[in-house]
Nanobody, 128 residues
Framework: EVEVVESGGGSVQPGGSLRLSCVGS????????IYWVRQAPGKDLEWVST????????YYGDSVKGRFTASRDNGKNTVYLQMNNLRPEDTGVYYC?????????????????????WGQGTQVTVSS
């Protein structure tokens, strides 16, 4: 079964840091782009970041650029999202999304839950 599982969420104060992890299984992990997408309470899905299969290419949404960093360890089938200088507006559920095709290379993926494989999400809360 193909799946991705997120972890690492939690509650932090503004200015704090968290590192999210996304572990994939059931597919050739290194072949696939992985995306991070978040959803704040009462708001639409928002694309956060993209990382290529080899990890050498990354893209970020304007709201997180310079604060978040995506990386991956293909030996561990894991993608990370290092989040620094967190703000209250970063609060939400963070999802890891596997691209449906090994040859695909979206900068910003379609924000549809039927696109690719989604994890169950991990909650991030930034509050003083």
């Amino acid at each position: 079964e193909v799946e991705v599982v997120e972890s690492g969420g939690g509650s932090v104060q503004p200015g704090g840091s968290l590192r999210l992890s996304c572990v994939g299984s059931g597919f050739r992990f290194f072949n696939y782009y992985i995306y991070w997408v978040r959803q704040a309470p009462g708001k639409d899905l928002e694309w956060v970041s993209t990382i290529s299969g080899g990890g050498g290419v990354t893209y970020y949404g304007d709201s997180v650029k310079g604060r978040f960093t995506a990386s991956r360890d293909n030996g561990k089938n894991t993608v990370y999202l290092q989040m620094n200088n967190l703000r209250p507006e970063d609060t939400g559920v963070y999802y890891c999304v596997k691209d449906p095709e090994a040859s695909s290379s979206w900068v910003r993926p379609p924000l549809k839950t039927d696109f690719g494989v989604w994890g169950q999400g991990t909650q991030v809360t930034v509050s003083s």
